[in-house]
């Protein structure tokens, strides 16, 4: 686009360009940190300034290879995503164009041909003309599949408000004049222009005759009225939705680098006023981020397991409710003024339908993180108000009083290795493993086949291990994920203590709760252990040798991927090596499998209190399973175990159907 000489006749077009340019940005940067950074400044420090190289490098394909919106490229599911990554590519590419051929040609008409030669102008410039043909088609796809053939994620209430027909309006009508600005220009000067598209509008109209002031005018026109919905962009992208463009980039930096399932760990218990988030202030500086970042898509509601069975939770609303909550305590003068976002912005219920199981993370097109800052409202509610579901403060009860969450088991600690061959670190201080057995497997029936097993195979491999016996207690996780810190970091720090005494280097856990909370959380409060799921143990055993499956199960099995093992921790393939290792199995994947998995319904604490409404979680998962025609589902969870066994009896599949 060359520039047109002057505006108007009164200024030269540079001076009206960089003074507009200066203006607008201006303010766009005053309303931005008003609005975005100086509430995101008054949060709680999320620790996420680290390891500064590896955050900035790491997010650049996020940022400019879209690689979340394109982490699904399937012809028919995700042109969604696919259009929307061209759209960047398309701002980007057209960004990089102003400042050649705008605010460098009004300076130095041949700043363009200095920088790019006359034939990386024409090759530019087609580049452009095609880009632009390419928009205008995605915006009526855009619009079609927006308005006319609404998919389920864009049916709420908050996926149809005017802002997207704003922006899809402004990106047709800067496609638009760029062309007839071009064309235009070509007819005035009578000369060829770097657009082909402008080269060939400009000759039709010249044919016709339209050349001289009328078509000057119009270039004109056009042209100015670019330039000032580009400068309108930069002032309405702060007050709109749209300002996601700011802060997905900040937020793919601040990127949570440990296992999506790893929590923050509250660490000034003495000095703390109050326990976990209710307002603006108690929320971290990611959670606040994540408000605006939001692309407002739909996408992680569309993939809840609570709320595709019903539930009040919706984590887009729970992320936008933050931000409107943050619009709530800016509006006040007092801090005393500022309400509680429970009960206003987000919903009791809500706060407890969430079963962390990160589906809604791992579809974020942005990086949003929205089941955090549920846990830090839960923080609140058990250690402030206390507000808790009954079943819910059974278990906690139950692990200040006895160490475990089951609180109507008659078994102990040492029921579950009765006749076997096992030693406890008493009597063999000096094993290679400690075997975690966890509460779960300790204390459930149904669930003690799973340690005795590992028992067994773990001699016949001829391993070096022992166990705690007595002398182990819950890590803490479940207390952990129903909101009660404190509890959980006594738990854990008892546990830590119980480890370094005896010396423990390698854990092998058969729970992914636990699992991820020793490898990963642990951590935080100075237990660094090399912590390993079983299947990842037995996967490498066979693979080595060492153990070789022989006998036969003739069985068609589904494997069920648990969401703390899975999409928490990215163990996918162990358990399905081992699987494969068996004879006679056929293994098959359910349709939703893998990073796309759905969770059993036990996760976030939901193992000791029901689920509200009339559809369960476990049952939708259920259907799934039988819908892939597999005998058995496999699991590597004893959660998941329980929950897949109670939705194959709700089916009155018990008798043709089972879980391993």
């Not at 887009?316 to 003024?337: C, F, N, P, W």
Request: net charge negative.
């Amino acid at each position: 686009m060359v520039p047109p000489n002057d505006f108007l006749g009164l200024m030269p077009s540079w001076a009206v360009i960089y003074a507009a340019t200066a203006v607008c940005f201006g303010s766009a940067i005053a309303i931005l940190y008003v609005r975005m950074f100086r509430p995101i400044l008054s949060g709680k420090p999320s620790g996420r300034t680290d390891q500064l190289p590896r955050r900035i490098f790491g997010s650049i394909p996020y940022i400019l290879g879209q690689k979340k919106v394109l982490q699904s490229t399937h012809i028919t599911r995700d042109r969604a995503g696919m259009a929307h990554a061209t759209i960047f590519w398309g701002f980007l590419s057209f960004s990089v164009s102003y400042i050649i051929f705008i605010y460098g040609d009004s300076i130095n008409p041949r700043f363009s041909t200095t920088i790019l030669s006359e034939t990386g102008v024409r090759i530019f410039g087609a580049y452009l003309d095609c880009l632009s043909v390419a928009l205008l088609i995605l915006i009526v796809f855009a619009i079609l599949r927006r308005w006319v053939f609404t998919p389920n994620r864009l049916k709420f209430d908050l996926t149809q408000k005017s802002e997207a027909a704003i922006i899809l309006a402004l990106i047709a009508l800067l496609m638009i004049s760029t062309i007839l600005a071009e064309g235009f220009y070509v007819a005035v000067e009578n000369s060829d222009s770097h657009s082909f598209l402008g080269n060939a509008l400009g000759n039709w109209l010249s044919n016709l005759g339209i050349t001289g002031g009328g078509a000057s005018a119009i270039y004109q026109f056009s042209w100015w009225v670019h330039l000032f919905i580009i400068l309108g962009f930069a002032v309405y992208i702060p007050i709109s939705k749209h300002v996601h463009l700011v802060g997905a980039p900040i937020g793919f930096v601040a990127r949570q680098l440990e296992s999506k399932g790893t929590l923050t760990t509250i660490t000034d218990f003495e000095e703390a006023e109050s326990f976990g988030a209710s307002k603006m202030k108690d929320f971290n500086q990611k959670q606040l981020l994540d408000a605006f970042a939001c692309a407002v898509c739909g996408r992680c509601t569309d993939v809840c397991p609570a709320n595709i069975t019903g539930k009040m939770l919706s984590p887009m609303h729970v992320v936008q409710g933050l931000r409107y909550h943050i619009a709530d305590a800016t509006s006040v003068k007092k801090e005393s003024e500022i309400p509680n976002i429970i009960g206003t912005r987000v919903e009791k219920q809500a706060v407890w339908d969430c079963l962390t199981c990160g589906a809604c993370t791992e579809v974020c097109p942005v990086g949003n993180e929205p089941f955090h800052p549920l846990i830090d409202i839960r923080r609140y509610m058990v250690m402030e108000e206390p507000d808790i579901p009954e079943g819910a403060q059974a278990a906690l009860l139950s692990l200040e009083q006895r160490g475990h969450p089951w609180s109507g088991t008659t078994f102990t600690r040492e029921s579950w290795y009765e006749g076997l061959d096992v030693r406890t670190f008493q009597e063999n201080p000096e094993a290679e493993y400690l075997l975690w057995v966890g509460c779960t497997n300790a204390l459930e029936q149904r669930s003690q086949s799973i340690p005795r097993a590992m028992v067994s195979i773990l001699n016949r491999a001829g391993l070096d291990f022992a166990i705690l016996g007595t002398e182990e207690t819950c890590t803490g996780d479940p207390a952990r994920r129903l909101g009660n810190e404190y509890l959980y970091q006594m738990l854990a720090m008892q546990n830590i203590e119980t480890f370094n005494r005896y010396g423990v280097k390698k854990i092998l856990t058969s729970c992914p709760h636990c699992f991820n909370n020793l490898k990963n959380e642990y951590p935080h409060l100075g237990g660094i252990y090399n912590v390993l799921h079983y299947s990842e143990l037995i996967s490498d055993l066979i693979d080595r040798g060492a153990i070789k499956p022989v006998v036969a199960i003739e069985t068609k099995m589904a494997y069920h991927d648990s969401c703390y093992l899975g999409r928490h921790n990215g163990v996918y393939e162990a358990p399905r090596e081992v699987a494969k290792s068996i004879p006679g199995l056929e293994l098959v994947e359910m349709e939703n499998c893998r990073g796309n998995g759905f969770c059993c319904g036990a996760g976030g604490g939901h193992m000791w209190y029901e689920e509200e409404g009339t559809s369960r979680v476990n049952h939708a998962r259920t259907d799934q399973f039988l819908e892939t025609g597999a005998d058995t589902v496999g699991v590597s969870c004893p959660f998941c175990m329980q929950m897949m066994e109670e939705g194959v009896q709700s089916k009155g599949a018990s008798g043709t159907r089972q879980v391993k």
